[in-house]
């Protein structure tokens, strides 16, 4: 699930975010378990993203507070590494603006690629398309799934051992 907000709000990790997720889409800390985090990066405008990544325990249906949360979706992972639905196109020579245009939702930028490398990681598998121009496919059919994502977390300003395993 993914949910696409348009505040910005400072968070102290992981007592606040347990009560975002509450106040933006009714999901409890009892209804997932807590499998990782991908790298923090500062995004547009400056805005700190700690994205993590979770197990649902049971089936979920989101509560939408309609003024902070604008929609969601459902979407299995290895969709986000189909290159028949991805397009991207690279900014000042160093980073790719990855976007899926699937039927249910049109997925772009950060959280693209946050799907893509939580994909990669979680399923172990890797994209036919250029994560990045450091990255290009032909760099990538010659890496693993974990040397990929150590490679990201670096690009992204944090070496991988100071993040929690996915």
């Given at each position: 699930?993914?949910?696409?907000s348009g505040?910005?709000?400072s968070?102290?990790?992981p ?15 009892d ?7 991908l ?6 405008f400056?805005?700190?993203?700690h994205?993590?990544?979770a197990?649902?325990r049971?089936?979920f ?11 969601t979706?459902?979407?299995p992972l ?5 290159d ?6 690279v ?20 959280t693209?690629?946050?799907c893509?490398?939580?994909a990669?990681?979680?399923?172990q598998?890797?994209?036919?398309f ?6 290009p ?20 300003g944090?070496p991988l ?6």
């Open positions: 699930m993914l949910k696409t505040r910005y709000e968070l102290k990790f007592k606040d975010a347990n009560h975002e997720d509450f106040s933006e889409v009714g999901l409890l800390r209804d997932f378990i807590l499998l990782g985090s790298p923090s990066f500062r995004a547009r400056g805005v700190l993203i994205p993590t990544v197990l649902l049971r089936p249906f989101p509560r939408l507070n309609v003024h902070e949360v604008q929609d979706f459902w979407m290895e969709r986000f590494l189909d028949s639905v991805h397009m991207s196109f900014v000042d020579n160093k980073y790719a603006v990855h976007s899926f245009s699937f039927e249910e939702a049109h997925t772009f930028g950060v693209a690629l946050m893509i490398v939580t990669i990681g979680v399923l598998k890797m994209p036919s250029d994560i990045a121009p450091m990255l496919a032909s760099r990538l059919a010659k890496m693993s799934p974990s040397e990929l994502i150590s490679q990201v977390c670096e690009y992204a944090q051992a100071t993040l929690a395993k996915l």
